[in-house]
């Protein structure tokens, strides 16, 4: 195939769609609905994507959790005896404060939640998320101190009624005034504000603007917190691996809880690594669907194709005999048409590409979700483009091709 070839035929499929500008807008726009669905759904699962990296790598990438049950992999079961990991015992304060102690373990941060009622005199915020958690936590935090200062190891120890309220909570409650060293009720008990933080800017902070944070202990003695649910953040102390603290870890709790070797776990340890995964199998699945639901639009802009290239054909049966006549060949032909079919698209997918690339920017700017167009996205939007054009464009074409060159010069 020659490249003068490939010329004429991208100039002819772009005098058509100048010709029949409105048959051909409808042609490709099932083609640029499909392409623009991939580049903007690939954009937002990329960007959320960087986002849940991001709390990892701040959490440290080698720390890991402790808690009663796996919440990656747990499943709702409807019998009566209640979910399989309900026979498992709750951990205890005793149990994190024995993890601290063994050699490749740093800190243990301790977490339980509960959900209360806050007020400043006549302002009242019910279901705000309170977290318990040890000293230090802002270590493994996205995010930084607006003023005030963290809780001491002396409040966690003393069950001090303080707490760190996030920026919009504190916009909420005091309005312009400055929230630290304030009272504040909180499910009716009276606490002192120490400290405003503000959330890094990400999906998640998103969904949770208005949250506190108070030493667990106080968490625990003041507002009658369920320790059943009671989980570790593991620390690793630099020097070990991730693999020998898990393992220091486990031996420790088996052993503290009398488990004989056979015996299965009745904790869960998992790694950060873990949800990372179910996200990308949840996101895998969501793409899917998102996928399967563009290809009906490829689909629709395909039998769109078929049909312009076919009344091309017609149209142009007399030019075809005239180009057999002069020498022309199937083969050049059957190219000059195919090539025709794949520009269209081609410019569909362009189009779709632009559209998509939009999508993403302004989803970028007016939300936290960082979408960003991955590279492997553009090259599959060509390449999808350029297969649409070959599979709906080779019967028409092989069509043009098989014209007999007197019977397609007769033609009126």
């Not at 031996?251 to 340890?269: I, K, M, Y």
Request: aromatic fraction near 8%; hydrophobic fraction near 50%; charge should be neutral.
């Amino acid at each position: 195939m020659r490249i003068d070839s490939l010329y004429e035929g991208a100039a002819l499929a772009l005098d058509q769609l100048r010709a029949n500008k409105f048959r051909s807008g409808l042609t490709i726009l099932g083609i640029v609905v499909g392409v623009a669905v991939v580049m903007a759904m690939s954009a937002m699962i990329q960007g959320i994507r960087s986002s849940v990296t991001e709390e990892m790598n701040s959490a440290g990438p080698n720390n890991f959790a402790v808690a009663r049950f796996n919440y990656n992999t747990v499943r709702v079961e409807s019998d009566h005896e209640g979910p399989p990991w309900g026979k498992n015992p709750p951990i205890l304060v005793s149990e994190a404060r024995m993890i601290e102690r063994l050699p490749a373990i740093r800190k243990v941060i301790v977490g339980l939640n509960q959900s209360v009622e806050m007020s400043y005199g006549r302002q009242r915020i019910a279901s705000v998320s309170i977290a318990g958690r040890s000293d230090g936590w802002t270590n493994f935090t996205t995010g930084e101190m607006v003023g005030g200062h963290d809780f001491l190891p002396s409040d966690v120890r003393a069950s001090a009624p303080v707490l760190i309220i996030t920026e919009h909570l504190a916009e909420r409650l005091y309005g312009t005034l400055n929230p630290v060293g304030r009272a504040l009720r909180v499910a009716g008990q009276p606490f002192t504000v120490i400290g405003v933080f503000r959330p890094a800017e990400n999906i998640f902070a998103a969904f949770q603007r208005d949250f506190a944070i108070a030493p667990y202990t106080t968490v625990i003695k003041r507002l009658d917190a369920w320790v059943d649910m009671l989980d570790m953040f593991v620390v690793v102390k630099p020097g070990y691996s991730q693999d020998q603290a898990m393992d220091q870890t486990i031996t420790a709790l088996r052993t503290s809880r009398g488990l004989r070797p056979a015996e299965q776990n009745n904790f869960a340890v998992m790694r950060q690594e873990e949800m990372l995964e179910l996200f990308n199998k949840v996101t895998g699945v969501f793409f899917m669907v998102m996928l399967a639901l563009s290809s009906v639009a490829l689909m629709v802009g395909g039998v769109g194709v078929v049909a312009i290239m076919m009344i091309a054909v017609t149209e142009r049966t007399r030019e075809i005999g005239i180009r057999k006549a002069i020498g022309a060949t199937k083969r050049e032909i059957l190219w000059q048409f195919l090539f025709e079919s794949i520009t269209v698209t081609f410019i569909g997918a362009a189009i779709g590409m632009l559209i998509g690339g939009t999508i993403a920017f302004l989803v970028a700017k007016l939300s936290p979700i960082q979408a960003s167009v991955p590279f492997g996205a553009v090259v599959a939007a060509l390449a999808m483009a350029c297969i649409a054009g070959i599979v709906f464009g080779i019967w028409p074409a092989w069509r043009a091709a098989r014209l007999d060159p007197v019977e397609a010069l007769r033609y009126e």
